[in-house]
């Protein structure tokens, strides 16, 4: 059973640092790994998606890597800004669930709580 | 990218009644999903809305608690039938296009 793990839980830090956000998964043999963000009573907005092939993913301020092999991957967050803070998912497809119509079937982390100060 | 509209975005409901939720998707998607959020957890998979056929319940969900319609390839709801307060959280509707999954805004329903 997949399980995927985020640290830290919280974190808060004045505005302008760099940051990052680490996720680990139980079973390397997965499909994609996507990261979310979620504001406090909100859905969930898609930040980065990283193919299994893929090491790495850049959007804008963000740069997500994957490490298979050993299970992790980590979110970087460029010069934090206040708008940046939110809940940050980490979230695994496995490989066994990566068909027919499982593609939704998303093992998620419990979330790092960021918030960055003015 | 792929806009999902759910409504209602919150109610409050009493013990025992149910409450439908709708997901409208802004294009055609084979696959449609529905997720719970309890207050403080994660995201875990109710089903999946299968387009013309009954949906696919994870572990733990079963239909009568959770009767899921999904009449064509932009829409889809979800019932939560006789409510407790333990179904209060947030509901969430996502989509599967484009290589990735897309969320909606979620329901958050407290039950009473």
Redesign the interface.
């Known amino acids: 059973k997949q399980e995927v793990t985020q640290i830290p839980a919280a974190l808060s830090v004045p505005e302008g640092e760099n940051l990052v956000l680490n996720c680990s998964f139980t079973d390397s043999a997965i499909y994609?790994l996507?990261w979310?963000r979620q504001d406090p009573?909100?859905?969930?907005?898609?930040l980065l998606?990283i193919q299994s092939s893929q090491r790495e993913q850049t959007s804008g301020r963000l740069n997500a890597s994957l490490d298979k092999s050993s299970g992790r991957s980590t979110l970087y967050i460029a010069a934090s800004q206040p708008g940046d803070s939110a809940t940050y998912?980490c979230?695994v497809l496995s490989q066994r669930d990566a068909g027919g119509?499982?593609?939704?079937?998303?093992t998620?982390?419990?979330?790092t709580i960021l918030t960055v100060h003015p | 990218s792929a806009v999902i509209s759910q409504k209602p975005s919150r109610d409050i409901c009493q013990r025992g009644t149910s409450l439908t939720i709708q997901c409208q998707v802004d294009s055609q998607v084979t696959m449609m999903f529905w997720y719970r959020q309890q207050p403080g957890q994660s995201l875990t998979l109710i089903a999946t809305a299968n387009q013309g056929s009954e949906a696919t319940y994870e572990s733990g969900f079963v239909i009568d608690k959770f009767p899921i319609s999904r009449p064509n390839l932009t829409f889809s709801t979800l019932t939560v039938s006789n409510m407790s307060p333990e179904d209060s959280s947030i509901y969430l509707c996502s989509a599967y296009t484009f290589g990735e999954l897309f969320f909606g805004e979620g329901s958050r329903l407290t039950v009473l």
């Open positions: 994609n996507q979310f009573g909100k859905g969930l907005t898609s998606l998912l979230a119509t499982s593609y939704g079937k998303l998620f982390g419990q979330g």
